[in-house]
């Protein structure tokens, strides 16, 4: 029936079988290993291929791709379908609806792009299907997340006894953290949240930055300390907090710093403000989504000093370490918070090995996704990921020096892998940011920085080459003289 519905004319029908032949596919995906292989492998060939051609084509979708990609909506099938034609539906109409960001000229948000070695253990850990969250379910995982918790001790600016959870973002990083710094409040003004929640408890402040991520501020409302109710502190052009405008503030308190601005990469002041706060009583939670990594570096290190004073950290792999999606950490100094925090009840969980991994995080059951930031730091090493991080901050210093050598402006300072760029006035930068995304060489977006539109560029990914920034740098300045020349 399908053979006449116009979007699988494309289809080579040789490998279309008719309806009842599908109808024992998925038996002998289970027991014949030359079917289950063939569309693993295929799976697999098609996956590399697609990475292959990747740096050949358009960062973002053309119209006319954005067209094929509607080949997906059809009503649910009321019988089996070959199972190579649901993956090859993938890779012929799904590949298509792609961002390119696993090559090398993505700049846009702060998006990474898988290292191969991640995206192997990927799929292997794919294979194994574990569940993750008891050690009984998978010891393998246990394990893995028990070393990998070691080393990243070792490489970021936490306490060398944090404790990590292996989330999905930085979203979910920054509600663990912030329901770690919940429980402990309270628990020391003798109230219990997770039994009986805020009504009635005593109040707890919130201090936040100007520049606060949207994420900080969902993790609050989603714990209920709402974020309305949040202190800000007023930042500098760079977007750090200004240490002479910071509140008074108490044992009550929840101050949240961040490690890396999603514009300009800047840091907030740790070694001034944490001391003070933690003298105070109060909990320090840290958003460093990207910037926490700058740690590895021996030439951006400084930029985290004094961050591991504080009491919970959130950071994502998915970013600078290049791991696939979705793969965040929340750590914490005390182990028995982030445990009180993540408490469960349920008599049937087997709660028996030296780790046991709900216990760090929101989610009982869910994937390995620690097996990759394992695999990530196994094959990079401490070496690899400082040359990681020293590689793409200095493309982030060639992109400044080219755009403005070519008469742009560049609106930060370039600490780490962020830079802004103005062509002139906001109409022009957001004009100029389209047509560069309309060419298709590379991509960045627009960002509101100090209440102007300028475009962003990124670099976060280990595929970038110092020739995808120089023909970056060019399909730029090719942009913004078309834009020009048409005014
Ligand atoms: C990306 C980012 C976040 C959100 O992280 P997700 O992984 O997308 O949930 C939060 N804070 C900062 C500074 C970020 O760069």
């Known amino acids: 029936m399908f053979k006449e519905d116009k979007q699988y004319q494309l289809i080579n029908s040789d490998t279309i079988k008719s309806g009842d032949e599908f109808e024992h596919s998925y038996q002998k995906l289970n027991l014949d290993p030359v079917c289950r292989n063939s569309l693993l492998s295929n799976a697999a060939k098609m996956g590399m291929n697609y990475l292959n051609t990747i740096r050949k ?70 294979a194994w299907d574990q569940n993750s969250g008891l050690e009984v379910t998978s010891p393998v995982n246990a394990t893995i997340e028990k070393v990998t918790n070691n080393w990243l001790r070792e490489i970021l600016p936490v306490s060398p006894a944090a404790v990590a ?27 219990d949240v ?44 760079e977007g750090k907090m200004i240490p002479g405008k910071f509140p008074d503030v108490d044992d009550m308190t929840i101050v949240c710093l961040q490690a890396g601005n999603v514009n300009t990469g800047a840091f907030d002041p740790a070694s001034e403000i944490i001391p003070y706060a933690k003298s105070k009583g109060a909990w320090v939670h840290v958003d460093g989504a990207f910037g926490l990594w700058a740690a590895a570096s021996n030439e951006k290190k400084y930029l985290t000093e004094g961050f591991e004073f504080a009491d919970s950290w959130a950071t994502d792999a998915h970013k600078w370490l290049n791991v696939p999606y979705d793969s965040g950490i ?49 094959s990079l090493g401490k070496k690899g990921v400082a040359d990681l991080i020293d590689r793409t901050c200095r493309y982030a210093e060639m ?73 970056s740098i060019d399909s730029i300045i090719r942009c913004a003289g078309r834009v020009s020349d048409s005014l």
């Open 330 to 378: 929340v750590l914490c100094r005390n182990e028995e918070n982030l445990k009180a925090a993540m408490s469960m009840s349920g008599a049937y969980l087997d709660q028996s090995g030296s780790r046991v991994p709900y216990q760090y995080t929101p989610e009982l059951s869910r994937r390995t996704r620690a097996v990759e930031i394992w695999a990530a730091l196994h």
């Open 165 to 191: 959870g292996f989330v999905t973002g930085v979203t979910m990083a920054n509600f663990t953290g912030l329901a770690a710094a919940r429980h402990h409040l309270l628990k020391r003004k003798g109230w």
């Open 399 to 471: 992109f400044a020096e080219g755009l403005k050598k070519a008469g742009f402006i560049i609106r930060n300072q370039v600490v780490i892998n962020q830079v802004l760029v103005s062509f002139g006035n906001q109409e022009l930068t957001e004009k100029v940011v389209r047509e560069i995304q309309r060419e298709g060489v590379c991509w960045a977006g627009t960002t509101i920085h100090r209440d102007e539109l300028v475009m962003r560029i990124s670099v976060s990914s280990w595929a970038t080459t110092e020739e995808d920034v120089l023909n």
């Open 57 to 126: 084509r358009r960062v973002y979708p053309s119209d006319e791709d954005l067209e094929i990609i509607k080949g997906f909506v059809e009503p649910l099938p009321d019988k089996p379908t070959d199972p190579e034609l649901t993956i090859w539906m993938l890779n012929e109409i799904g590949s298509k609806g792609t961002v390119a960001n696993a090559g090398g000229r993505y700049f846009g948000f702060v998006i990474g792009g898988s290292n191969p070695v991640a995206l192997a253990a990927n799929w292997i850990a794919g």
């Open 194 to 237: 997770q039994a009986y929640g805020l009504f009635g408890a005593p109040v707890i402040r919130v201090v936040v930055s100007e520049d606060v991520h949207g994420s900080v501020l969902k993790a609050l409302s989603l714990l209920g300390l709402g974020r309305e109710r949040v202190i800000k502190v007023p930042v500098d052009f």
